[in-house]
């Protein structure tokens, strides 16, 4: 996976995530809406094959970095715990 920031500001980034596409993006938006300081977290990907995803995450007083950085973690954690019990 490969991160690259397009914009960014104290409570807003948009990224590229380049070899990414629906099944991880809609999970990490998901998890970030559970994020009280998330106002907003959407992904778009223009063409399955030419397109380059993009994210975009707004928050009100927090680190959008940070927020994702929590996001993944509790990602991580859901599935160790999914895997803990195959």
Partial sequence: MEIKITEMNENFVKLVIKGEDHTYLNLLQHE????????????????????EPELVVRTKGKNPIQAIKEANERIVKKIEEVLSQI
Avoid at 32 to 51: M, R, S, T
């Fill in 32 to 51: 970030l809406l559970k994020d009280e300081d998330v106002v907003l977290a959407k992904y778009n990907i223009p063409h399955p094959y030419v397109g």
